[in-house]
C-alpha cells in the first residue's frame, strides 16, 4: 500500500519540541508507521533548492497538510508573506486534507498577520486549539485515523479512539468534567473557559467519534465506566511472603475512572509498605519517608492504565510481596523499545493516546518519554535497586524493597497506620481518635471538614483532601457504613451530620 504523506508545518522555533514529538511518534507507532510517512523527511531541505521551495515541493507531494501555528508569524518574503502561508495556501489551491492546530487559548498575544491567517480557517473542521504537546499527539493521532478511515483503509481505529457502544452524556459525571477543566487549566494552561460545556470539552479533547462518545471519554469521565469496559480496573493484592499464595491476605478489585484507578492503586501500595520517621534534627516536624518513593510508585500505575490493551480481558494487576512491588498490564510498549532501552529517556509512544494526553493534563504523566528513566533516578536515590522492566505476554515493572535499611528511625511501621483505603478493620481505624504526632487519615480529614462545613460536596471535599471526587465517594460510603456520618436532607441541598463515637463505660 502506498502510504499516506504528511506534511508538517510550522517551522518557527516555537515548535521544535512539539515537531520532533510528534515525529517520533508517528514514525514509532506501530499502526502510524503502517499507513504513513512524515514529510519533510529531514529539517533541512533538499541541495539545490531555497528552502521556501523546496518545502512547497513537500506539500504537493503530501496527502494531508498538518499546520502547527503559533504566537510567531516567521520571515516574510517580498510579498510579505511568510512561509507558513504560503504552505497553508499551497495546500487549499491543491484541496489537501488539512488539519491545523493554534497553540494557546482564543485571541491570545500572537502576530497581527498569524491573528489574520487563523481567522481563514474554518473553526471545527481543520482547526484546533491546543496547550500542550500531548494534546496537539492526541489531535493529530485522531485526525489521521480518522482520514484513513474516511477512505476505508483502516478497519477500526486505535481502542480508546473507538466508539464506545450504548453509551450517552448522561452516563458522564459533569462535575468531574468541570473539576477536569479547573485543574488542567491551572497545572497545563488548558485553552478552555471554566464553564465550557462538557461537549465541547469532548470535542476539545477528541473524545467524540462521528459523534459518539469515545472508550477513552467512558474510561476518563464515565459514572460507572466497567458498566460499559469491564476489564477496565485495577486488582491489587498484598503477599506477606515472596510467592503468590492463598488466601490472600489483602485483596481488592477497584473500579471507577482512570483517575479514581490510579488514586485508590496508589494508595493500597503505600498503605502497605513501611514508613520511616526520622528524628526530629532542623525542624520541629520529623522526617518522613516511605521504603519506595511515591513518585515510583504512581509513575508504575500510571503507565499501567495509560499504556495497557484494554481490549485484553485481563486487568492491571498491582501485587505486593516482601521483598517487591510488581505491577504487571495486558500491554507493552512499541516494539523499538527493548526493555533495557526503557530505563533510558526515549520516544513517549502511549498506546492510548486520547487517554495519555488527559492524564497528562491532569498531571499523572509527563508525556516525554523520561516517567521510566525517572523511577530509575529516585530508586537510586532511594538507595533501592533499579526497577526491572519485562516485555511479554504483558509488561511487567518489579520494584525491590529494602524496608528502613540504615536509616536512624524513631519508628518503622506501614503507612496503614497513616492513611489507607483497606476494607479489612475499616471500622475500628474509622472510630480511632487522632493521637498527638500522628497524621491524620484520609477518613479523619474527611470528618473534621464535614464537622466544620456540613454542606461540602464530593467535588468541595476532593479539592480540600487531594483526591478524586470517586476517591472522596469511596470514603464517604465506608464512613457511612462504620457509622461515623450520615446524609440528612435531599441529594443536592442536605447537609452531613457526624456521629462522634461512643466511649466504653469506665
Known sequence: MTPIRIFLSGVQREFALERERLRDYLRG?????????????????????????AYLDEVERCDIYVGLWGREYGSEDACGLSPTEREFDRAV??????????????GGERHPKMHALIARTQPGMVRRRFATAAELLAGVYTGIVRHLEAGELLGSGPFDAAQCSGATLDD???????????????????????????????????????????NAAMLLFGQ??????LSSEI??????????????????????????????????????????????????????????????????IVNAVAHRDYSDSGSVQVMLFADRLEVLNAG??????????????????PANPLLAASLHLMKYGEKTGTGTAEMVRRCVEAGLPEPEFEVGDGFLVRIRRQSGEGATQELVATQDSLDTTQDIGD???????????RRPTTRERIVDHLRATPTL??????????????????????????????????????????????????
Open 332 to 349: 507493552r510498549p512499541s516494539p523499538h523499545l527493548t526493555a533495557e532501552g526503557l530505563g533510558a529517556s526515549h520516544p513517549s509512544i
Open 224 to 229: 460507572a465506566p466497567q458498566r460499559f469496559l
Open 29 to 53: 507507532d506501530p499502526l502510524m508507521r503502517r499507513f504513513v510517512e512524515v514529510l519533510p523527511r529531514e529539517d533541512a531541505p533538499a541541495c539545490g533548492r531555497r528552502p521556501d521551495r
Open 235 to 300: 486488582k491489587c493484592a498484598h503477599f506477606h511472603g515472596t510467592e503468590v499464595a492463598r488466601p490472600i491476605p489483602y485483596y481488592r478489585v477497584f473500579k471507577g475512572t482512570v483517575f479514581a484507578l490510579v488514586d485508590q492503586a496508589v494508595d493500597f501500595v503505600m498503605g502497605k509498605i513501611a514508613l520511616s520517621v526520622g528524628i526530629r534534627a532542623e525542624s520541629a516536624r520529623a522526617p518522613v519517608e516511605c521504603e519506595i518513593p511515591k513518585e515510583v510508585v504512581t509513575e508504575a
Open 457 to 506: 460536596t464530593r467535588r468541595g471535599l476532593a479539592e480540600l483532601i487531594g483526591i478524586t471526587p470517586d476517591g472522596i465517594k469511596y470514603h464517604l460510603a465506608k464512613l457511612r457504613k462504620a457509622g461515623r456520618i450520615r446524609h440528612v436532607g435531599p441529594t443536592k441541598k442536605g447537609r452531613w451530620e457526624v456521629m462522634d463515637p461512643v466511649e466504653p463505660d469506665q
Open 427 to 437: 471500622s475500628a481505624q474509622d472510630r480511632r481518635q487522632p493521637t498527638p504526632g
Open 93 to 106: 489551491e491543491l484541496d489537501r486534507h488539512r488539519l491545523v492546530f493554534v497553540k494557546g487559548a482564543e
Open 172 to 214: 458522564l459525571d459533569v462535575e468531574d468534567m468541570y473539576r477536569f477543566i479547573r485543574i488542567a487549566r491551572r497545572t497545563r494552561g488548558l485553552p478552555l473557559p471554566l464553564d465550557t460545556p462538557p461537549p465541547d470539552l469532548l470535542r476539545h479533547l477528541n473524545l467524540l467519534n462521528r459523534g459518539r462518545l469515545t
